[in-house]
């Protein structure tokens, strides 16, 4: 089977990497594209085959696209992006169209995605829409939105793969006309890479630790957020936590400021080390006594597959990351964080409290990427 998977991230890198392991699976045993235009991220080799359209994302305010390269014009941007996009799709004749997040998300992405849409209809090709667990919320327009959403989905999509655990989050908690939805909705579980299974050992070795040290991880998924969490982690290792046996990696991710992360570098200790990226970040927190982060889908995703405690901060500007916060709190060893803990002396003692916490293993379904390929060769 050819499946084509079309990704657009304009501000993280969440969406992305979800839809990398995804296409991971899948491509066990079909022929697989993702489609992708956005800031440049490293993959590294990949199983599958990619189609990258010319550069878009949003500008620093959110409101509207620009191009990734500021010297090309956006209107000839958008024209080739709809040329190149469509002449693919007629030359390879896939049998699957998978759209990540749209037509809940990438509004501004329409002007490619109707084409597309509507070639996939003229060669009876199925197409699904990838969606995550929780959507950001609405602020204004809602009723219009949902109505745009059902009627795209009814009229154009076969399906709507929720990567999710419906035992704790389904569709209906942040989108509310679901009972108008015609297609079905499939919960895939929820969608992680898992760790290595030498990857404690290895990575402990690597660094030198020994069994009673204590390994403390902290991030911000791709840095375009949250750096003042970076920021409070290393002054509270600063000034209060001074035991040589705990050890700090932090991770400030590819799109990080510069200015910040050169300021976390500036730091003296020698157990504190700053990292942009790690391919394989699950296997950190593996190796980790306490991860320390902000609650995106993928960040949570990895810390449930680890097993490893953790604090996280909530994203403030919207509730994603607040709900998803309070649904994993059960049965974990993850406490909220709030903007007051981020004292240091106040988040030195919450550090210090929660490496006393076990590892677990989460009874959630953690399985969603092979779910995935399995629910797309059914449909």
């Known amino acids: ?69 500021p010297d090309l014009g956006l209107e000839k941007i958008k024209a080739a992006r709809i040329e190149t996009l469509l002449s693919f799709f007629h030359a390879a004749l896939p049998d699957c169209l998978i759209l990540e997040l749209y037509p809940f998300g990438r509004k501004a992405f329409r002007f490619e995605l109707t084409p597309l849409l509507e070639a996939a209809r003229q060669k009876s090709c199925a197409v699904l829409c990838s969606l995550r667990d929780i959507l950001v919320e609405k602020k204004t327009d809602r009723s219009m939105w ?153 960040t949570s995703m990895n810390t449930l597959a680890a097993g490893v405690p953790a604090l996280m901060l909530p994203f403030e500007q919207n509730r994603e990351q607040r709900l998803r916060v309070e649904q994993l709190i059960a049965d974990h060893s993850i406490r909220m964080l709030e903007e007051k803990d981020l004292e240091p002396e106040r988040l030195a003692a919450l550090m210090a409290a929660q490496l006393q916490a076990g590892r677990y293993r989460t009874w959630l379904d953690l399985d969603g990427a092979r779910q995935t390929a399995l629910l797309v060769e059914k449909l």
């Not at 990080?256 to 990226?277: G, H, M, T, W, Y």
Request: proline letters at 6%; one cysteine or more; a neutral charge.
């Open 1 to 69: 089977m050819r499946i084509l998977y079309y990704c657009q991230h304009v501000l993280g890198v969440g969406h992305f990497h979800r839809s990398l392991e995804i296409c991971r699976a899948c491509s066990g045993a079909h022929q697989v594209t993702m489609i992708v235009g956005g800031p440049d991220i490293e993959v590294g080799n990949q199983p599958f085959d990619f189609l990258t359209l010319p550069g878009l994302q949003m500008d620093a305010q959110f409101s509207r696209l620009e191009p990734c390269d």
């Open 146 to 298: 949902e109505d745009r959403v059902v009627d795209t989905l009814n009229s154009c999509f076969d399906g709507l793969l929720v990567h999710a655990d419906p035992r704790v989050v389904k569709l209906d908690a942040t989108f509310g006309p679901v009972e108008k939805l015609k297609v079905p909705i499939l919960y895939t579980g929820f969608v992680t890479p898992g760790p290595r299974p030498d990857a404690r050992s290895t990575i402990r070795t690597g660094l030198g630790l020994k069994d009673t040290d204590k390994l403390v991880v902290a991030s911000i998924g791709s840095g375009s957020v949250g750096s003042h969490l970076l920021e409070a982690v290393a002054a509270s290792a600063d000034r209060r936590i001074t035991s040589p046996s705990l050890h700090f990696r932090l991770f400030a991710g590819p799109y990080c400021p510069p200015d910040v992360v050169a300021k976390l570098r500036s730091s003296r200790r020698q157990n504190l080390v700053i990292e942009r990226f790690a391919d394989h970040f699950v296997d950190w927190l593996a190796a980790a006594d306490l991860s320390v982060s902000m609650a995106g889908y993928n």
